[in-house]
């Protein structure tokens, strides 16, 4: 049951034109994440790797509404966590239907005008031999009216916005947990940290956390690290990072942690 809370994983950028907007209307954290007894603080939740590298993605909404959006996302997810991946990779599938009523294991996308976030990888129901896997929630906003307000316009940065928030939310979905949980940031960049501290200690730190790489402050999900107004990239920790998830995938063998420079 573990696997299944839901990690609120919104995305702010270190810029200031956004934390007044997006701070001032980010939901808190369900209470129930800030828990879990866990001290450390990591780049991935190993409780999260997916079992296959094969992912189904499909859209909880009306399949004539957002269409262009929905079009953006799928282009911005596919070519930046598989296109531009060489080697083994994770393939989230070439149609991206509306989700059918089966409750299975797979990236189910919910738009709504509210704070974008993700459940952390591979989600499960029970326990033991009765473990099952369910779905893995990514929500989406595609208007900014009611959050992130300084991405509603001009049309070019609403389009970045809505592709850098889609790959920062499936890093989520794959995985990845914020590279601002990384223990060195307050070593490595006080200011950032210091904006972002009330969140970094009520933020969802992983089942199983795991750092992968040094601290990274040009990974797609760091806070400290502006993502908007350019197209989405992933840094080269962050496919680091990537392909030590795909080959835990593969191998059915926990990462090895981070061993220091
Ligand atoms: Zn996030």
Redesign the pocket.
């Known amino acids: 049951m573990l696997a299944r809370f839901l990690a609120v994983?919104?995305?702010i950028a270190l810029n200031p034109a956004f934390i007044s907007c997006a701070v001032a209307q980010a939901a808190p954290p369900p209470k129930d994440l800030t828990t879990s007894g866990i001290a450390q603080h990591g780049i991935v939740d190993a409780s999260g790797i997916w079992p296959t590298t094969t992912i189904d993605v499909c859209w909880r909404s009306k399949a004539t509404l957002y269409v262009a959006e929905k079009q953006l996302t799928k282009d911005a997810v596919t070519s930046n966590l598989h296109d531009n991946i060489a080697g083994n990779r994770y393939s989230f599938g070439d149609v991206w239907p509306p989700c059918d009523n089966v409750k299975k294991a797979r990236i189910e996308i919910i738009i709504s005008d509210a704070q974008a976030y993700s459940n952390i990888g591979y989600q499960t129901s029970g326990t033991g031999y009765n473990r099952v896997g369910v779905p893995t929630k990514v929500f989406l906003d595609f208007t900014f009216v009611k959050w992130n307000a300084n991405c509603a316009k001009p049309t070019y940065y609403r389009t970045t916005c809505i592709q850098n928030i889609a790959v920062?939310?499936f890093m989520?979905s794959i995985g990845f947990l914020?590279e601002q949980l990384n223990p060195d940031l307050p070593k490595k960049d006080p200011y950032c940290y210091s904006i972002y501290k009330g969140e970094i200690a009520n933020d969802f730190h992983g089942v199983d956390p795991i750092i992968i790489t040094s601290y990274d402050p040009d990974s797609q999900?760091n806070y400290c690290n502006n993502i908007y107004g350019r197209p989405p990239k992933l840094s080269l920790k962050d496919i680091t990072t990537y392909k030590v998830l795909v080959a835990a995938t593969l191998t059915r063998t926990r990462p090895t942690p981070w061993g220091g420079p």
Do not use: I, Y
Request: aromatic content about 0%; proline content about 0%; glycine content about 0%.
């Open positions: 994983s919104s995305l920062h939310e989520h914020h999900v």
